[in-house]
T-cell receptor, first 115, second 115 residues
């Protein structure tokens, strides 16, 4: 069974500073990896995903993530954050071998952007 | 609005009462998922439908929980004899399936408070 670890439960960062949100996963099979974002009082939405190919994937709002198979990591980065990036960020994994998209989520990282 | 809709958005009930939540997925999506989210945690998978067939139920889903998707369109999640531990946000998501792997579209959730 897959599992996801997000090492930082809360990350405060000043506006226009860079940020990295860490994610590690465990799985005995090949996986797809995702980052979802949940803005206050809104539903979760997909930020970016890694399915195959290039290990550096770009998502919406200037975010990117890099898949590192040897370290089983999928860290999320943004070079310069904005106040509007304040949200809860969830790393997630899905088994490539299943016939449907059972997505397993990590506990989340709360990003607070300080003006 | 053609997104995933959930009703009611908030439900307060007394312990021992039954509650039912409804989810209307995006119309062309054949896959529907229920998740549960508690404060400070990521969404936990509860169950999954492919059209009207319920293909997996999590061990988290006790016998007091039942979900249906009678015509492969909307879905209901019923909790019988509610307990205080059932207090959580219940999230519904839908997807087109493997064509867009892992891209779940979430509703805003139904928040349950059991007194």
């Amino acid at each position: 069974a897959q599992s996801v670890t997000q090492l930082d439960s809360q990350v405060p960062v000043f506006e226009e500073a860079p940020v990295e949100l860490r994610c590690n996963y465990s799985s005995s099979v090949s996986v797809y990896l995702f980052w979802y974002v949940q803005y206050p009082n809104q539903g979760l939405q997909l930020l970016l995903k890694y399915l195959s190919g290039s290990t550096l994937v770009k998502g919406i709002n200037g975010f990117e993530a890099e898949f590192n198979k040897s370290q089983t990591s999928f860290h999320l980065r943004k070079p310069s954050v904005h106040i509007s990036d304040t949200a809860e960020y969830f790393c997630a994994v899905s088994d490539q071998g299943t016939s449907y998209d059972k997505v397993i989520f990590g506990p989340g990282t709360s990003l607070s952007v300080i003006p | 609005d053609t997104g995933v809709s959930q009703d009611p958005r908030h439900k307060i009930t007394k312990r021992g009462q039954n509650v039912t939540f409804r989810c209307d997925p995006i119309s062309e999506h054949n896959r529907l998922y229920w998740y549960r989210q508690t404060l400070g945690q990521g969404p936990e998978f509860l169950t999954y439908f492919q059209n009207e067939a319920q293909l997996e139920k999590s061990r988290l889903l006790s016998d007091r929980f039942s979900a249906e998707r009678p015509k492969g369109s909307f879905s209901t999640l019923e909790i019988q004899r509610t307990e205080q531990g059932d207090s959580a946000m219940y999230l519904c998501a839908s997807s087109l399936g493997r064509m867009v792997a892992g891209e779940l579209f979430f509703g805003e959730g139904s928040r349950l408070t059991v007194l």
